[in-house]
């Protein structure tokens, strides 16, 4: 098993930054893949972003590019999201997620899931 917390969630006005954080416990995390998805009222579960294990490779939705990072820091079972240039339509609750591979992770067959953290982005 592997538990997942999220935390960085807020609110921010349009344009302004936000950082959020999902630590993680249990199984190795070095192991896993990690991603980021958001779900706005009333919306599926979205794919934001995923990092492989070591960190060498990313993948972000077309709605993010150029404005989030995802990274992570194996050594303190970390995973980053930078946001930056927030738009009102990044609203949402945002789940961090672990899996085996990648792509697992973008199409949204994570085999954890984290409870989620608020985001506001303001107009």
């Known amino acids: 098993q592997v538990q997942l917390v999220e935390s960085g969630g807020g609110l921010v006005q349009a344009g302004g930054s936000l950082k959020l954080s999902c630590a993680a416990s249990?199984?190795?995390?070095?192991?896993?893949?990690m991603g980021w998805f958001r779900q706005a009222p009333g919306n599926k579960r979205d794919f934001v972003a995923a990092i492989t294990w070591g960190g060498s490779s990313t993948y972000y939705a077309d709605s993010v590019k150029g404005r989030f990072t995802i990274s992570r820091d194996n050594a303190k079972n970390t995973v980053l999201l930078q946001m930056n240039s927030l738009k009102p339509e990044d609203t949402g609750v945002y789940y961090c997620?672990?899996?085996?591979?990648?792509?697992?992770?973008?199409?949204?067959?994570?085999?954890?899931w984290g409870q989620g953290t608020q985001v506001t982005v303001s107009s």
């Open positions: 997620a672990a899996s085996d591979t990648l792509p697992r992770i973008v199409v949204g067959l994570s085999n954890y």
């Open positions: 249990g199984r190795t995390f070095s192991n896993y893949a």
